[in-house]
């Protein structure tokens, strides 16, 4: 449950039972974050999204797995700046306060992740928030060796996971988000094998696969996948209807309407309702979100706005979008993941998951983006999109023994469901989703 908490000229209205930080208290995070020294937050272990106030200075840190967002409302006494995790949350507070004239959704802000947004509230106009990076790998610093790659890559995915086990997710069930795709793959052998390494019960364990109307591709994907490991008595298929599948409800529950994110997150959504429908005392969700963004896995020939060139050449471009600096930045939204995690994020937590997501951890990402891809693939599409399959396969059975299966790429809203399923449940004009989006608020 949101906790209310005034902060001289802010009100946080985040709830930080959603940090997950290794090795420092939230309050020792936050006093890191209020002093401004960017280098002391890169320091903070995990994911969270912080609001921290140094008289007239409001500061925000937020790492991929935890949106953040801001409002700044106008009283006799001066600004107010609203922080939450959600926007009908910062609606919500206003309304109460007597301040929803003021509001408008694109009024609302998004802090993006990796960055400290700093914000001076003095008056009226208030200035623009300035923006501090905190995280910044570096690109390319890794020799084109792709054994050594995958082992350092992998190992370093699996050990968020071991601390994740150790320090979060102590006792209870876990349940993987899994399609028997690379990334849900890889995510579920690392967690059993951490269990079996850390000498606790591999039965906490369930592989959940969503299947609408009987499932299109992945079910059996993800029985295959299993099988080949011995591991078949671990999947558990979520069978739901079509018409468990809403992209309005969605568009609500995200905030956002970007189709490609919608039509994921709405099947994230079903699959969440069916688990918690079958185990109303389930907590914990582990997925494979941001293993695509990661290792640049996105089809280059469908966004017209890209090249490969681009992709390659600009540090996390699919985990932050074009910059804050660039005339593409949103006001309203960040980019890339930072803004489209609510895909996985809104769903797991409108339905009372702690929810996991170990490829968008700052220090896996910071291998991820060492890796010198334009020498591995000499500017070749083909070589890139097959790249991830080749370094997560080889690190796994690095790390595991487990010789993982690797079966091509494809979206989730995808194959969950048949394309005649598809097509019948969502609209195929983009600006359909945007129109029902604007009339949220009306």
């Not at 688990?275 to 640049?296: M, T, V």
């Not at 334009?374 to 690095?398: D, F, M, P, Q, R």
């Amino acid at each position: 449950m949101n906790q209310l908490k005034h902060l001289e000229r802010a009100v946080d209205l985040t709830d930080p039972s959603k940090n997950i930080i290794y090795n420092m208290s939230i309050e020792k995070a936050r006093n890191l974050l209020a002093v401004g020294n960017i280098k002391d937050v890169r320091t903070i272990d995990g994911q969270f999204a912080l609001v921290a106030v140094n008289e007239k200075t409001v500061r925000l840190a937020r790492s991929i797995g935890r949106p953040l967002r801001y409002f700044i409302a106008k009283r006799g006494d001066g600004p107010i700046l609203v922080v939450a995790g959600r926007i009908d949350d910062i609606f919500n507070f206003l309304k109460k306060q007597g301040l929803e004239e003021q509001f408008h959704p694109s009024y609302t802000r998004m802090a993006p992740a990796h960055y400290v947004t700093e914000i001076s509230l003095v008056g009226c106009p208030d200035p623009n928030p300035t923006y501090h990076r905190y995280f910044k790998p570096n690109m390319n610093s890794l020799k084109p060796e792709i054994g050594r790659i995958s082992r350092l890559y992998i190992q370093t995915l699996y050990n968020e996971i071991v601390k994740w086990l150790r320090n979060r997710a102590t006792d209870g069930p876990i349940g993987v988000c899994f399609s028997g795709g690379i990334d849900s793959g890889s995510i579920f052998l690392l967690t059993y094998h951490a269990l079996l390494q850390l000498g606790l019960s591999p039965a906490r364990l369930k592989a959940f696969t969503l299947a609408v109307d009987g499932g299109g591709e992945d079910l059996e994907q993800a029985y295959r996948f299993l099988d080949s490991l011995n591991l078949a008595l671990f999947l558990e298929p979520i069978e739901v209807s079509q018409h468990d599948i809403d992209w309005q409800e969605t568009i609500r529950v995200t905030e956002d309407y970007k189709p490609l994110d919608i039509q994921a997150a709405a099947m994230n959504l079903a699959l969440c309702r069916g688990i918690r429908q079958l185990y109303p005392e389930w907590r914990f969700l582990i997925d494979g979100d941001g293993g695509d963004e990661n290792l640049k896995d996105y089809p280059i020939e469908e966004n017209p706005e890209l090249t490969i060139r681009s992709v390659l050449n600009n540090m996390m471009l699919y985990q932050e979008g074009w910059g804050v600096d660039s005339i593409k930045h949103s006001l309203t939204y960040s980019g890339g993941l930072s803004r489209s995690y609510t895909r996985t994020y809104a769903p797991t937590s409108m339905l009372g998951f702690d929810g996991f997501s170990p490829y968008t951890l700052p220090a896996v990402i910071e291998v991820a983006e060492a890796i010198p891809f334009v020498a591995l693939t000499k500017w070749n599409h083909e070589k890139l999109y097959k790249l991830k399959g080749e370094i997560v396969s080889s690190g796994v059975k690095s790390v595991t023994g487990m010789d993982m299966p690797i079966y091509p790429k494809r979206r989730f809203q995808l194959g969950a469901v048949t394309r005649e399923v598809f097509d019948s449940q969502f609209p195929v004009n983009p600006n359909e989703y945007r129109k029902y989006y604007n009339t949220i608020y009306e």
